[in-house]
């Protein structure tokens, strides 16, 4: 008897639990042995294309432009029970910008990778 | 014994009553690492991307360059129950709220790449709430914050300039594609430069 009551108290408390994972954007490639690469003044928008890929997005700025690089990474978990469901969820943004000038030359970076900390 | 009583008195009591709570927490973004914004005043591209890590929003007009950082924790809190020991099982009464904590810096540069203007908008406020008798099952939510999670729009650049004749025209009126503006989160659709934007 006891045990059938424990077993019906388990089951409608402790319901369940999730847990999820979502990425977007592009892979994060600008970790600091790539970036090392990167000069102002001399490295090419050519470059830093070739060594990072495709960008979440290009802006132009008059004569210069902007590469700008997204990962957006959501993680949660959250536990599920008869009474009580609590879900948690965080969103860290790793990212890059590069600006170039008229020339094509990098004027300007500056990359950060939330995992890091 | 009177443990085995308190559940068997609690657990019909419970079931009746078939009450539950949900909460949602949001953490979106790391703290913005700046203390005192209007410090930055007149400093270089340089010397901010340096203090603040690239922006999480930006666009370059005619003007100069806007950026913004943000970082914001949203709780969504929500209660329901039946109302069965009432005498009316078919209806349920639901409850709730939200609020918001966080902060939005947005920086703008003058032609030299010298910050321009500072505006720091720092919220810790209630979103709302809402209460709601339903029948049988909860048709309305009492509570939404969908439009505060959605992703940045940087996402979109690359499928909207893939998107119809039309709608590619009017990207520039598009806050966060990287012309004319930005917008903060959970800005209505229907006012300012998204009026303008092409919408099915």
């Known amino acids: 008897m006891l045990h059938r009551l424990t077993l019906s108290v388990v089951l409608l408390v402790v319901g369940g639990c999730a847990q999820f994972v979502s990425e977007r954007g592009v892979e994060v490639t600008w970790n600091e042995r790539t970036v090392t690469q990167f000069e102002r003044g001399v490295t090419t928008r050519t470059q830093v294309l070739n060594t990072l890929g495709p960008p979440s997005q290009v802006v132009a700025m008059g004569d210069e432009s902007v590469l700008y690089y997204l990962n957006e990474s959501s993680r949660g978990q959250g536990f599920i029970t008869f009474v009580y469901n609590r879900f948690e969820l965080s969103a860290t943004y790793d990212r890059a910008v590069f600006i170039f000038g008229p020339d094509g030359i990098l004027n300007e970076f500056s990359t950060y990778i939330a995992r890091d900390e | ?200």
Request: proline share 5%; with cysteine.
């Open chain 2, 1 to 200: 014994m009177v443990c085995l009583k308190i559940v068997r008195v609690f657990l019909p009591v419970l079931i009746l009553a078939c009450a539950g709570c949900t909460q949602w927490y949001y953490t979106l973004g790391q703290e913005v690492a700046v203390s005192e914004p209007a410090t930055l005043e007149g400093k270089s591209l340089a010397a901010t991307l340096a203090t603040l890590g690239p922006p999480l929003r930006f666009a370059a007009g005619d003007g100069g360059l806007v950026m913004a950082w943000e970082s914001w924790r949203i709780e969504e809190s929500s209660i329901g129950a039946s109302l069965g020991v009432a005498g009316a099982d078919f209806l349920n009464v639901d409850w709730g709220s939200a609020k918001i904590r966080g902060d939005f810096l947005l920086l703008t540069f003058d032609k030299d790449k010298k910050v321009s203007a500072v505006a720091r908008v720092r919220r810790d406020d209630s979103l709302g709430s809402g209460a709601a008798i339903q029948p049988i099952y909860g048709f309305v939510e009492v509570t939404s914050v969908d439009d505060l999670l959605e992703p940045l729009p940087a996402h979109d650049w690359g499928a909207a300039q893939l998107t119809r004749l039309p709608e590619v025209l009017n990207l520039s009126q598009q806050p966060g594609l990287g012309n004319t503006a930005i917008e903060q989160r959970g800005t209505p659709s229907a006012v300012g430069a998204r009026s303008q934007a092409w919408e099915d």
